[in-house]
């Protein structure tokens, strides 16, 4: 249900109310999930306690678990989710195709390769991980974007473009792990897994700075989205130039995922799902680019969190229960799109 509201200067806005409680229940349904993470561990620590030493009202010892060990990780949950959900909602509309995200793009594999080069061949520490798989990404993502250009960048050349970059870079991370020595095979392995163990504020703070300038401008050109939704003809007919605004949110959507990829590792499938779940909430055929960034924060929060605490002792990296979830939501999908007729 849409309805239209007036603003001063004689402008109008129509917002859609059944969106904008999809967003606030999974903002609420994020920050539950947050709480109850940082209250999670050998040392447990109510929900109440939470949210008072959150206030600076709690013990030193309580600020120092929460603050200090705890906040961190969750913060950094909470954006690399986010990133990613608004990352695979630009890739899906800008391609049209619901299985245009980062993971079958092969943006998170180039990210993946750009780390490996590091860890394999130079032996670097985590902020010159962190860079590489920064670097991996925006390469690869370049990459694709030559490649499937012609005459401009359309949908279905892009998904077979980027499924064809991926496949080749899977098989350079494949090289460059059998040319490791034990330890750096090992290091490596673990960060592809994708995992929030041992974040601190020195991953929130680059992350946070880099959303607070991308989110933005992603959502900005929301309205240009919506309109090519209709086709690239009809839309520079209304005025918006289809391939600046393709090109500007392609390179939106590839630094969210190369900077959540280079702050978690390669956490699979959140791209793909987030945006899918989060039009099937709002039953809007929009871009729907606020939901799914809800809905990729709540759910990586929420693996997180099940990752800890679902499997008994022990505690798996939140890529494993992604990586589950997301290839079961993906079989579904391909067969419900086989059933519609559309593969």
């Not at 539950?32 to 929900?47: E, F």
């Not at 924060?297 to 022990?314: C, E, I, N, S, Y």
Request: glycine share 12%; charged share 15%.
């Amino acid at each position: 249900m849409s309805r239209a509201v007036r603003v001063p200067g004689g402008l109008s806005l129509r917002l859609d109310v059944r969106s904008l409680v999809v967003v606030a229940v999974l903002l609420l349904a994020a920050c539950a999930a947050g709480v109850a993470l940082i209250g999670t561990g050998d040392a447990r620590i109510p929900a109440a306690d939470v949210l008072r030493t959150l206030a600076g009202d709690g013990t030193a010892y309580q600020d120092f678990i929460v603050n200090e060990l705890r906040l961190p990780r969750v913060l950094v949950g909470l954006l690399v989710g986010a990133s990613l959900g608004l990352g695979g909602a630009l890739f899906q509309a800008v391609s049209r195709n619901p299985l245009g995200s980062p993971d079958v793009l092969g943006l998170s594999q180039g990210s993946t390769a750009g780390a490996l080069v590091v860890i394999v061949l130079m032996s670097g520490s985590a902020a010159q991980v962190t860079a590489g798989a920064l670097i991996g990404g925006l390469v690869t993502g370049f990459a694709i974007y030559l490649l499937a250009w012609k005459r401009g960048v359309h949908g279905y050349r892009l998904v077979l473009v980027g499924i064809g970059v991926s496949a080749v870079v899977t098989a350079v991370n494949g090289y460059l792990l059998t040319k490791a020595d034990l330890v750096d095979a090992t290091r490596a392995v673990v960060w592809m897994t994708g995992s929030l163990n041992g974040r601190d504020w020195e991953q929130v703070r680059p992350l946070l700075w880099l959303c607070a300038v991308l989110v933005p401008a992603a959502l900005a050109g929301a309205r240009g989205l919506r309109m090519m939704e209709m086709g690239d003809d009809v839309a520079n007919a209304l005025g918006v130039r289809v391939q600046r605004v393709r090109l500007v949110l392609m390179v939106c959507a590839v630094l969210l995922t190369a900077a959540a990829t280079a702050a978690a590792g390669p956490v699979s499938f959140v791209a793909l799902t987030a945006p899918q779940l989060a039009r099937r909430l709002t039953r809007s055929p929009g871009p729907n680019l606020l939901p799914s960034l809800c809905m990729g924060a709540a759910l990586l929060v929420t693996a997180d969190w099940a990752a800890q605490r679902a499997f008994g002792a022990d505690q798996l990296p939140v890529g494993v229960v992604t990586g589950v979830l997301g290839g079961c939501y993906l079989l579904w999908l391909l067969v419900a799109e086989r059933r519609a007729g559309r593969i």
